[in-house]
């Protein structure tokens, strides 16, 4: 079954991109640089709620409120976007995935039904139920074997697996409130829900709950994705931040932090406007990723080395989602109401559309770290700007002691502030992505001052006698920067 076709181009061309362009290379990125965006034909007739490619060819899934969920196939050689499938729920459909081989498609709705559609044979089946709406579906590999089952998360304060051949689900978990977030990547399940509640699963045990946290977030979870390896995942909210998070809690106090985005700054006072930030998306080769929200702006970002890559201006409608495709050769971004204003500011004339961003090196691809001002033979030098995180293991995921840090570990704090030192040159005139007004572990760097971490270090010492010696340490350690300083 065919509903569209469009012929716009080839995706690798010069004029769409794929490679990266000559000159200075800039984080801003403006309209013009979108105007070659492909635009999805015969998109949905109602606001889009999800999107999502195959992980084996160039098909793309979109569902939306309109009770439909459209399958499109992309010819990245002639840039010719064709609809090759489309079938129906029996109410808004909240969310789509892909099955591992791209044969089937799965979805979940308002309907409280769990569907699969086989792309061979153009046949729907409802697979799973739940008590109240579907928020979210995902495919998965479960256990030792790599089982591949169907899990969704409800609003009825469930996740459920499904093997597709009954309607009985194999696994039933109980969830602390209702299911608003859920992301999968490798063995790593992570499930956010109503009252800023994190879940995470182990797929090794996919019938156990790995551990039960709150968000670093102070408002509601609206996003959650993955990191490809998966050893963590990001975590956005209404609020308009994004927490970057790891499964291994030590890893969590060395590497993890959040930061402010989807925000607009009024230029005649000192106003704010805050939106909510709607989807992550992570880039399947080079671990940056993208966030968009109801500011109608996208960013890419390199959680590595805490900075923007590229930041493009507001479109005129919000974006509800967005994802990458299998190569991360193509960045596909819906425009669409998503009801954060309340039903008075939706018009008839609002769009719902999907486009296909050909993505440039500059945008996705980790920057090579500059060359630091500072002389090679400065004292702050000498520590390495961030040591490389482990081989992500379930079996060897560690906690940290309750117990008193140790003179050896006030030690290994006070060379961290070298550390941000060499961070902060390293980074030059790249914009920084931790918060002014939060301390989220001792690698919080704010600005390009150099011992802007030194709350975050002192907030790890337990005990006032540690403190007073974490004080003496940092003193001396502070002698060889004091003419710089003076």
């Known amino acids: 079954m065919s509903f569209g076709t469009r012929s716009l181009g080839a995706f690798g061309t010069s004029s769409l991109g794929g490679s990266s362009g000559t000159g200075t290379v800039t984080s801003a990125g403006t309209l013009q640089d979108l105007q070659n965006d492909i635009v999805v034909p015969n998109g949905p007739e109602d606001s889009i709620s999800d999107l999502a490619f195959s992980p084996v060819a160039e098909f ?22 064709e ?26 709705g308002a309907d409280k039904q769990v569907r699969l559609f086989d792309l061979a044979s153009q046949q729907q089946q409802t697979i799973g139920l739940h008590n109240d709406t579907v928020r979210v579906v995902r495919y998965v590999e479960c256990g030792p074997t790599n089982t ?93 931040r994004c927490g970057i998070q790891y499964v291994d809690e030590l890893q969590q106090k060395e590497f993890g932090f959040s930061f402010k985005c989807q925000r607009e700054q009024k ?21 940056t990723f993208a966030t968009a929200g109801s500011d109608g702006t996208f960013n890419f970002w390199d959680k590595d080395a805490r900075h923007r890559l590229k930041g493009y201006p507001p479109l005129g409608a919000t974006i509800p989602v967005v994802g990458f495709n299998r190569t991360g050769t193509i960045f596909a971004y819906a425009l669409s109401y998503d009801w954060s204003k309340g039903h008075e500011f939706n018009r008839p004339d609002y769009p719902n559309v999907v486009r296909l961003h050909p993505c440039k090196e500059e945008e996705v691809k980790q920057r090579p770290k500059r060359k ?12 390495s700007v961030r040591p490389k995180l482990p081989a992500f293991s379930w079996s060897a995921v560690r906690s940290e002691s309750k117990s008193k840090i140790s003179l050896e570990a006030v030690e290994k704090s006070c060379k961290k502030v070298d550390a941000a030192w060499s961070l902060t040159a390293e980074l030059g005139t790249s914009e920084p992505m931790c918060d002014e007004d939060e301390e989220t572990g001792p690698w919080t760097l704010l600005s390009d001052e150099p011992f802007v971490v030194l709350p975050a270090v002192l907030d790890r010492i337990n005990g006032s006698s540690s403190l007073m010696v974490g004080v003496v340490i940092l003193f001396f350690r502070l002698i060889p920067f004091l003419p710089a300083i003076t």
């Open 372 to 383: 630091s001002p500072v002389p090679t033979d400065s004292p702050q030098l000498k520590t």
């Open 83 to 108: 609809g090759r499938a489309l079938y129906e729920h029996e109410g808004p459909v909240l969310s789509t995935r892909f099955s591992l081989d791209g044969a089937r498609v799965i979805s979940g």
């Open 60 to 81: 793309l899934a979109v569902s939306s409120w309109d009770r439909k969920n459209r399958i499109y196939e992309i010819n990245t050689g002639t840039g010719q976007v």
């Open 148 to 240: 591949q089952c169907v899990v969704s998360g409800s609003w009825d304060k469930t996740i459920k697996y499904w093997d597709m051949r009954q309607q009985n689900p194999i696994c039933t978990l109980n969830m602390p409130e209702r299911v608003y977030a859920m992301d999968s990547s490798q063995k790593l399940l992570v499930v956010g829900t109503a009252e800023r509640h994190i879940v995470t699963i182990d797929l090794n045990n996919p019938d156990k709950i790995f551990r039960q946290s709150m968000s670093p977030l102070k408002y509601q979870t609206r996003a959650i994705a993955c990191y490809p390896k998966g050893d963590g995942f990001a975590v956005g909210s209404i609020e308009g």
């Open 267 to 287: 230029t005649a006072s000192k106003e704010v406007n805050i939106y909510s930030l709607n989807s992550i998306a992570f880039h399947p080769v080079h671990g």
